[in-house]
């Protein structure tokens, strides 16, 4: 198999776990949700989580799932202060409407989360209505502290589907410690863009290899004005990675197997 049979075999069925989409008051995007979903069908994905910090996307989820039979798009909730901030009322709205990823606030609230290595009391509520849903939860942007202080209520919890959203440069001591607490590392390929350059895939390689792939997701996490398509950004980090020396079967449990479990798909 040639490689470019080869990109295309990993990435029919893959799900994206992070996608951004218009509307946006903050950032300037090139893609509204509707063509984001368009794409990832002609690309044959299985799916995507459509994320936004200012509101649920749950509905809007919804709506594509049913325009495009097949393709499982999921809403999600960051609980930045315009969505609600970390409040059970918002994580349990955004929920019952049906979204399956809860993720920690990305805004300065982020910095509130914990105390010590406790968490607060609110967002330890927060976790107690994510695990009694059965969804999916981030620790969004909050620093390593308090990403690991979720990670251990999240393990006393014995919640099944964490994901820790790395940060770069990659840490790989800090990938590590925190993996060993149930979570998943998700590496986002939107800094490896030529608009970011923060990042290389042949860091995400290394780290993928010292945390071990199966701890380890790759999302787009693309939607930029400046960006291609999320399936399209998808279809680069697969080959990307490949070049960069990861297996063929590392690179689909990095964008099948393990988002699609963390969806609720597998």
């Known amino acids: 198999m040639n490689r470019t049979d080869q990109v295309e075999s990993i990435l029919r069925g893959a799900y994206d776990l992070r996608v951004h989409a218009v509307p946006d008051s903050k950032v300037q995007r090139r893609f509204d949700a509707l063509d984001t979903a368009r794409y990832a069908h002609e690309y044959q994905l299985a799916g995507f989580t ?7 996307t749950a509905p809007m989820a919804q709506a594509l799932s049913r325009i495009y039979p097949g393709l499982k798009v999921a809403g999600a909730v960051v609980l930045d202060r315009a969505a609600g901030g970390v409040s059970v009322a918002a994580a349990r709205t955004a929920i019952d409407l ?6 920690m606030p990305y805004d300065a ?3 509130s989360i914990a105390v010590r290595g406790r968490l607060s009391l609110e967002a330890q509520a927060v976790l107690e209505v994510v695990k009694d849903s059965g969804v999916a939860l981030s620790t969004g942007g909050a620093d390593f502290e308090d990403s690991l202080a979720v990670a251990r ?3 006393q919890l014995e919640m099944g589907r964490l994901i820790y959203p790395a940060v770069y440069p990659v ?10 607490h149930g979570a998943v590392v998700e590496f986002a390929f939107a800094p490896c863009m030529p608009s970011s350059s923060a990042a290389t895939c042949d860091d995400i390689a ?8 199966a701890r380890c997701i790759v999302s787009s996490g693309l939607g930029g004005w400046q960006d291609p ?18 297996s063929e079967e590392q690179v689909s449990v990095l964008v099948k197997a393990n988002p699609l479990r963390l ?4």
């Open 98 to 103: 049906g979204a399956k990823l809860v993720s």
């Open 229 to 246: 398509s999320p399936a399209e950004g998808l279809r680069m980090a697969i080959s990307a990675l490949l070049e960069a020396g990861l």
């Open 263 to 266: 969806a609720g798909i597998a």
């Open 171 to 180: 840490n790989i001591e800090k990938a590590k410690a925190i993996a060993d």
């Open 109 to 111: 609230a982020a910095h």
């Open 153 to 155: 209520a999240a393990g």
């Open 50 to 56: 459509l994320v936004s910090g200012e509101y649920s």
């Open 206 to 213: 290394e780290a993928v290899n010292a945390v071990g792939a």
